[in-house]
C-alpha cells in the first residue's frame, strides 16, 4: 500500500500550494488597503512551509518490530504557519487622502504586486509539478491493476 503513501504526499503538496494561493491572491486584492481592522494599512501575508509526517523513534522502531519497512518518515508538506511580512510600509503623499497623516503622508501596504506575480507563477509550477506525479501514480497503479488479471 505504498501507493496510498504517495497519493498523501502528493495531496499535501497540492493542498499547500493551494494555500499559498490563497495568500497571494489576498496580497493582490488588499494591494491598496490604508486601513485594517488591526490598525494601519493592510501588512503582505506569507505562507511558511514545513515537511510533515515524520515518525518519533519510538514509531520507527515499533513499525520495524511489526515488520513494516516504513523508513521512519512519511513524507509530504503541510502549511506551519502565515506570517506577516515585517518590512517597511510604502509612504506616499497624498495630503488628501482620509488615512493621511499630520504631515500628509499615506502608509501604503508593503506588497510588491511583482514579486507576488512571481510568486504565483512559481505556485503554479508547483502544482503543476504536483498534478503531473499524480497522474503518473494513477498509471503506474493501472498498470499494477492490468498484471494482476
Known amino acids: 500500500m505504498a501507493f496510498l503513501n504517495s497519493m498523501s504526499i502528493v495531496g499535501s503538496g497540492l493542498t499547500a500550494q493551494q494555500a499559498r494561493l490563497d ?4 496580497n493582490i486584492t488588499n494591494v491598496n488597503t490604508t486601513r485594517t481592522e488591526e490598525g494601519g494599512a493592510y501588512r503582505r501575508k506569507m ?7 515524520a515518525q518519533t523513534p519510538f514509531e520507527t522502531i515499533l513499525n520495524r518490530a ?14 506551519a504557519e502565515i506570517v506577516e511580512d515585517d518590512s517597511d510600509l510604502k509612504l506616499e503623499y497624498d495630503p488628501t487622502h482620509p488615512d493621511a497623516n499630520e504631515d500628509g503622508y499615506v ?3 508593503n506588497v510588491d504586486l511583482i514579486k507576488e506575480m512571481a510568486d504565483a507563477m512559481a505556485v503554479n509550477q508547483a502544482y503543476a509539478a504536483n ?7 494513477k498509471q503506474v497503479v493501472a498498470k499494477g491493476l ?3 488479471r
Request: proline share 3%.
Open 23 to 26: 495568500v497571494i491572491s489576498e
Open 47 to 53: 505562507v511558511v512551509l514545513e515537511t510533515q509526517g
Open 66 to 79: 511489526r515488520g513494516n519497512a516504513d523508513n521512519g518518515t512519511r513524507g509530504g508538506v503541510r502549511v
Open 107 to 109: 502608509e501604503l501596504p
Open 131 to 137: 498534478v503531473t506525479a499524480f497522474n503518473v501514480l
Open 146 to 148: 492490468e498484471i494482476g
